[in-house]
């Protein structure tokens, strides 16, 4: 299991050269994957960019970019366009569906049909991913689309936030695997790999990769941590997708499936994780510098043994 961190999830970066700084501490602290969240803040793709012309060998990863506000046509030029400033095929695209409370109470776009719309958008992006063109004609994108990179190694992998069956199937078959968050290990073994690897065997693809981001804090005082992380995390709990698979661990609250405590007691949810089939660990720090620091020290020293 590969590990990683994650920032986005508990608040915004201080600037986008922050971003940049952090993804070059990643890479120097022997990480996998640097991820980092799209929400209301930095782009995440822009920010990535950044960081891509800035490191050498780690995997830069959106985690996640919501699709209905960008033509899948502009979310193809711009990770193209992060490849290549990575110099390498280190970019992770990873996009998802966002909530009905962002894209139709913000937005204003219709929410119906949500995995219609991704696999209408998955039509259109992934061949501009791939070859650069494509002609369609769908409900919504209907044209002769091109683009041109020259300086991309192509494909860009592309990931899906999926976390319910349709969603899950259609990442199996079509994508490079789903990006999880709010999801442990008992969802993981029962619920997400039957579905995602299932539907990647059934349409031959290789095995997709299952990354699971969850809230982590090292700490001699697991009820501080855990309140701690109710306080950070609690929004994440009344968005229906995370809620469906907080039910499937049993977990009531976000709190519940934070990795909180001691070294033994993260390094042992982390090999759950692992022998439930998770393929990558991203891991978000919260809670004071100090404890922020402390934590990343010790996920990175359990990086090259997972």
């Not at 979310?75 to 009905?100: E, N, V």
């Amino acid at each position: 299991m590969q590990i990683g961190t994650f920032i986005g999830g508990a608040g915004p970066a201080e600037s986008v050269l922050d971003v940049v700084a952090q993804a070059k501490q990643a890479e120097a602290a022997g990480f996998a994957t640097f991820a980092m969240a799209n929400i209301f803040s930095h782009d995440a793709i822009g920010a990535l960019t950044l960081a891509a012309a800035q490191t050498e060998r780690i995997e830069l990863m959106t985690a996640v970019v919501p699709t209905y506000p960008r033509h899948p046509h502009a979310m193809a030029q711009q990770a193209l366009t992060a490849q290549a400033a990575a110099g390498s095929a280190r970019f992770i695209l990873g996009i998802g569906l966002s909530h009905q409370i962002v894209i139709e109470g913000m937005f204003g776009y219709s929410f119906d049909r949500p995995a219609r719309h991704m696999k209408e958008y998955l039509d259109v992006l992934l061949p501009l991913l791939d070859e650069g063109q494509v002609q369609t004609d769908g409900e919504h994108y209907r044209g002769q689309i091109q683009i041109a990179v020259p300086d991309a190694d192509k494909p860009v992998s592309c990931m899906l936030a999926a976390m319910g069956p349709a969603m899950l199937r259609l990442a199996g078959a079509r994508t490079d695997g789903t990006i999880l968050w709010m999801t442990a290990a008992k969802a993981v073994e029962t619920h997400i790999a039957p579905h995602i690897n299932g539907a990647a065997e059934e349409a031959g693809r290789p095995m997709p990769r299952i990354v699971v981001g969850l809230p982590i804090m090292l700490s001699s005082d697991a009820d501080a941590a855990r309140q701690s992380a109710a306080e950070t995390f609690s929004n994440y709990g009344r968005l229906p997708s995370y809620r469906s698979m907080l039910d499937i661990q049993g977990a009531a609250n976000p709190e519940d499936v934070a990795l909180l405590g001691s070294e033994e007691q993260i390094e042992t949810q982390l090999r759950q994780l692992k022998d439930a089939g998770t393929t990558d660990f991203i891991g978000l720090e919260f809670g004071s510098d100090e404890e922020r620091t402390r934590t990343n020290e010790f996920l990175a020293s359990l990086a090259p043994t997972l």
